[in-house]
Every structure is written in structure tokens, then in C-alpha cells.
């Protein structure tokens, strides 16, 4: 079965952080681009980190830079994104996807969404003030 699965979520206080993960099982993820995607209520899906199938380019939303890392792991088939001096307005539910297209990372990560495919079940990430 060909799934991604994210963990890690939960609730930090501002400025604290937090590490998540994304598992792959049923493909490799050697071959593709993985984008981590978050989506707040009420506000749109926003593509937020990508790391390419190499795992050798990264790319990331204005939003986050400087402030989130994605990186690869590919022995254990899963992608992290740490996330560090977090903040309210970054609670949401963090999504990862595979972009069956590319290898490499299209900006803004956002458009390219309809480009990624397996998508996990999300992880809750809620920062505190």
C-alpha cells in the first residue's frame, strides 16, 4: 500500500519547536520531490518546505524561511521538517506529498500542489501565545 504517514505534531508554546515526520511505505521516495503543505481553518492550503528526490535542493514559502528546515533521510525512506521559533499564527494541520512529476522543486510550492500525490492523513501542530 503506497501511503505517507506524518507524525510529530502537538501542542509548543511560542517560540518553542517542534521535528515532523513523514514516512513513505510502498515507494521510494529516491524518485520524487516531497513537499510538506499546511492548511489553517478557514485559510487555503499553503506549501510551506520541498526537498527534491536527491534530497540535494530545498526550497521554501517566504513564510517559513529561515525559520523551517526540510530535510531527507533516504535509508529510512522519510522526510523531516523541523520547525523552529514557532509561532500562533503557524498552528495548522501539516500535510506531506509526493510529486509524482518532478524531481526537483517547483516555487511557489503552493502552485504546484496539484502536482503532488499520496498524501498523508496531516499532523496537528498548535503553537500557544
Known amino acids: 500500500q503506497v501511503q505517507f504517514v506524518e507524525s510529530g505534531g502537538g501542542l509548543v508554546q511560542s517560540g518553542g519547536s517542534l521535528r515532523l515526520s513523514c514516512a513513505a511505505s510502498g515507494f521510494f521516495l529516491d524518485y520524487y520531490a516531497v513537499g510538506w503543505f499546511r492548511q489553517a481553518p478557514g485559510k487555503e492550503r499553503e506549501g510551506v518546505a520541498c526537498?527534491?528526490?536527491?534530497?540535494?535542493?530545498?526550497a521554501y514559502a517566504d513564510s517559513v524561511k529561515g525559520q523551517f528546515t526540510i530535510s531527507k533521510d533516504k535509508a529510512k525512506n522519510t522526510v523531516y521538517l523541523q520547525m523552529d521559533s514557532l509561532k500562533p499564527e503557524d498552528t495548522a494541520v501539516y500535510y506531506c506529498?509526493?510529486?509524482?512529476?518532478?524531481?526537483?522543486?517547483?516555487?511557489?510550492?503552493?502552485?504546484?500542489?496539484?502536482?503532488?500525490?499520496?498524501w498523508g492523513q496531516g499532523t496537528q501542530v498548535t503553537v500557544s501565545s
Open positions: 526537498v527534491s528526490a536527491s534530497a540535494g535542493s530545498t
Open positions: 506529498a509526493a510529486n509524482l512529476m518532478r524531481v526537483g522543486c517547483m516555487t511557489p510550492i503552493t502552485d504546484y500542489a496539484y502536482e503532488y500525490s499520496y
